[in-house]
């Protein structure tokens, strides 16, 4: 176990999120780790306390942490999440997406599903840059397929589509490594729409396609998207390490989550060169809030990623398998798991495995 004292940034989030992060990061403090949890003014606590949102104290104590926990956001705790993003330049977003007994799969045969999804985590549309067509009149933008000036179009929205290649390399490169280190298929597939978007997803794929020529023991394969998502869907066993830009990582890590049983089973960590923050995928549940309902088990896998990055690699083996006996036990389930367990008492069940 890593003997050195660490420090972690927890932002409990917005609406049900409370209710999962506070006893997650219990069931934390009780393994009497050499982690200090720190929650520095966010939100609206923090516009009541300062005037503002996300304090510059705040922005400091994730400066000078080792990581961050964090909950889900409907809006109030947004300007520190995309600080954690952009700000802390945490490029590669990643999703695992690994079947356990217990879980309420839609899947007739869900056994032997253990890939991750790695998502481009700062470019491609998310950097927000839309705008008014008609403020690009002065631009020939003709396009291939309409055969029409883009201002020709009449009145309507424009977004920048934007794959660099430096973001492009780290990332993809990213997944390289990670198949080498998972051991397990040695496997990585890249996909996006490239048949389509042959200048942006097209340059994504031929960085991938030179990349892979530096790691001959890891096998390669590339896929349109539509056909990844399809074979997701049919044969989700063939997949290990699966890499993509921004949009596509966003949309198909949920839609792999759906093949497991949920958005309640789906941790995420996004991973830069220097730091990392840690999320449960789903979103603030505000139709649930105060029933205390919530599913932790995301909450839980993400937590169990996050002690591995901070060096506590067998105490994170053992939360993962404290939350799969829950599962396999079948007792203490939450209902969208289809039993009546409330959120802090499938926290007890796994902190009593512990």
């Known amino acids: 176990m890593n003997s050195e004292q660490k420090k972690v940034v927890v932002v409990d989030g917005d609406d049900a999120s409370p209710e999962v992060m506070i006893p997650a990061v219990a069931l ?7 982690i200090t949890f720190e929650r520095p003014l966010i939100g609206q606590a923090a516009i009541d306390a300062t005037g503002v949102g996300f304090p510059e104290e ?15 956001t409907s809006g109030a705790s947004t300007p ?9 330049q945490t490029y590669a977003n990643v999703r695992p997406c690994q079947w356990t007994a217990g879980y309420n799969t839609p899947l007739a045969n869900p056994q032997g599903i253990d890939f991750t999804i790695i998502r481009e985590n700062l470019e491609d549309l998310y950097l927000g840059l839309e705008g008014d067509i008609e403020d690009l009149s002065g631009l020939n933008l003709v396009s291939p397929h309409a055969r029409a ?9 424009y977004a920048i589509k934007a794959i660099t290649q430096a973001g492009s390399e780290r990332v993809i490169r990213y997944a390289f490594e990670l198949a080498r280190k998972r051991g397990r298929g040695k496997k990585v597939t890249l ?3 490239y048949n389509m978007l042959s200048e942006s997803d097209g340059f994504f794929r031929k960085i991938g396609n030179d990349i892979a020529k530096e790691y001959p023991d890891i096998e390669y394969d590339t896929y349109i998207i539509d056909d990844f998502l399809c074979r997701m869907i049919t044969k989700p066993q063939l997949f290990d390490v699966i890499v993509m830009p921004n949009l596509y990582g966003d949309i198909m890590s949920d839609g792999a989550a759906g093949l497991l049983g949920g958005l309640g089973l789906a941790p995420s960590g996004c991973y830069g060169e220097h730091y990392a923050y840690f999320e449960s995928a789903h979103g603030t549940a505000p139709d649930i809030a105060g029933q205390h309902i919530i599913n932790p088990t995301a909450t839980l896998l993400s937590a169990a990623m996050m002690l591995d990055y901070l060096g506590f690699g067998n105490e994170a083996a053992q939360l993962n398998a404290a939350i ?3 599962y396999a036990d079948g007792k203490v389930l ?4 289809g ?4 959120t802090y008492e499938f926290c007890d069940a796994v902190a009593k495995l512990l």
């Open 58 to 72: 705040t922005k400091q104590a994730i400066d000078d942490s080792d990581c961050t926990f964090f909950g889900s």
């Open 28 to 34: 934390l403090e009780s393994m009497q780790l050499p």
């Open 80 to 88: 520190a999440l995309f600080y954690l993003r952009w700000g802390k």
């Open 191 to 193: 996909t996006c729409k």
């Open 334 to 337: 939450t209902v969208d798991q």
């Open 149 to 157: 000036n883009l201002s020709d179009l009449g009145p309507g929205k």
């Open 339 to 342: 039993g009546n367990a409330k």
């Open 324 to 326: 799969k006996q829950v």
